[in-house]
Each structure stands twice: as structure tokens, then as C-alpha cells.
């Protein structure tokens, strides 16, 4: 798999934009990047992937560089119930659908 | 949609007991993954299923470990016998087959072994 590189911890006030960045620079053209998060004592949630265009959800947008070699989540307002570890992920195609997990950001969202 | 049950959501048992944790996985999807979390290594992938077959265990940790998967809506993974290290949390994912389609977790089962 591709390695993500990702910040340990970010804080965000609570009705701001968060962006949490990621950055995969060996990403190969066919590999796609996942977002997913983790909330305290729950499985880890899906939030939004990509392959080279930027996409948005109800949840998120995500912006990948013309590069690929970045991307970056953005919760347009947070909240409270946003703190949470968020992982990103690039997925090997020939390694099925499995998911390898880093560390992830732990997103501290305070009031 | 109910999700991917996990069962039980707590499990407490003593060094040397079987130990087996439950999962159905989301109605029509057809790959099936077996994860644990510790604090020491993070989420790690043990095995996944595809149409019912084991693809890859390699991340079994040990014989003692084992997975299997009867039928397209319930998998057991079992640990005989279990020991103070195997105190994790076991999480169950499903997925469609596909290269982009997203896996849904569980809530996982928590396991203390004493």
C-alpha cells in the first residue's frame, strides 16, 4: 500500500471548517484514497473517497492536488460530536478491498 | 439497514477458555473482514472473506486463531485458547466486491481476558 502521512492531533473551534491533511506521495494512478473515522468505542465510520477528482458528501469534501500526492478532508462546521481519529487511506486495487490503517489525526473539537 | 450486528458487544473470560465472536455482516454485500485494535498496534486486519472464502489470513496472529464463514450472513471468529494478549477490540466489516466500494464496521466486540 501506498503510505498516508498524517498529523498526530489537530484542534478545531466548533462552527469552523476543519481540514485535515493527508499526504501519499507514492499514490500510483489506479489507487484510491479513503477517508474514514473513528469515534470513541465505535467502529471506524466511512466518510468519502476519491480518485482524482475532488468529491463532497453530506459529510465532507475532499480535495485531492492535481498531483495526487496530497489530499485534504474538509468538515465545513464542525462540531462537537466531529471529535473523533480520522485515517486516510490509499487502497491497493489487487489487495481486494481490504483496508491497511495508520495512525490517523485525532480531531479535538472544542467549543 | 441494520448495519454490520457484532455480538457480543462485551466478552470477559479467563486465560485457557474458547472464546467466540459473532458477526453478520450487511445484507448482500459479499466480502467480509475480520479486524482487531489494540492501543500497542492499531487496527489490524486478521483475515477476509470473499463469496464465503477465506482470501487472505495473514494476519492471523496464531493457530490458536480461526475464522470460517457457513454462509453468506454470519462469521464466527474463534480463539482457543485464549490468552491476557488476545485483550483487544475485534471489529467486523462487510463490503461489496469492488475496488471503490467503502467497508461498513461493526461496533465491535470488546474482549478481556484474565
Known amino acids: 500500500d501506498a503510505k498516508t502521512t498524517q498529523p498526530p492531533s489537530m484542534d478545531c473551534a466548533e462552527g469552523r471548517a476543519a481540514n485535515l491533511p493527508c499526504n501519499h506521495s507514492t499514490i500510483s494512478g489506479n489507487e484510491y484514497v479513503y477517508w474514514y473515522r473513528q469515534i470513541h468505542s465505535q467502529g471506524p465510520q466511512y466518510i468519502i473517497h476519491?480518485?482524482?477528482n475532488n468529491e463532497t458528501n453530506e459529510m465532507a469534501s475532499l480535495i485531492i492536488t492535481e498531483d495526487r500526492k496530497s489530499s485534504t478532508l474538509i468538515l465545513p462546521h464542525a462540531t462537537l460530536r466531529d471529535t473523533a481519529v480520522y485515517y486516510c487511506?490509499?487502497?491497493?486495487?489487487?489487495?481486494?478491498?481490504?483496508?491497511?490503517f495508520g495512525g490517523g489525526t485525532r480531531l479535538m473539537v472544542k467549543p | 439497514d441494520a448495519g454490520v450486528i457484532q455480538s457480543p458487544r462485551h466478552e470477559v473470560t479467563e486465560m485457557g477458555q474458547e472464546v467466540t465472536l459473532r458477526c453478520k455482516p450487511i445484507?448482500?454485500?459479499?466480502?467480509l473482514f475480520w479486524y482487531r485494535q489494540t492501543m500497542m498496534r492499531g487496527l489490524e486486519l486478521l483475515i477476509y472473506f470473499n463469496n464465503n472464502v477465506p482470501i487472505d489470513d495473514s494476519g492471523m496472529p496464531e493457530d490458536r486463531f480461526s475464522a470460517k464463514m457457513p454462509n453468506a450472513s454470519f462469521s464466527t471468529l474463534k480463539i482457543q485458547p485464549s490468552e491476557p494478549r488476545d485483550s483487544a477490540v475485534y471489529f467486523c466489516?462487510?463490503?461489496?466486491?469492488?475496488?471503490?466500494?467503502?467497508?461498513?464496521f461493526g461496533n465491535g466486540t470488546r474482549l478481556t481476558v484474565t
Open positions: 466489516a462487510s463490503s461489496l466486491t469492488g475496488y471503490d466500494s467503502p467497508l461498513h
Open positions: 476519491g480518485l482524482k
Open positions: 445484507s448482500g454485500h459479499n466480502s
Open positions: 487511506i490509499v487502497r491497493v486495487l489487487d489487495a481486494g478491498n481490504m483496508l491497511t
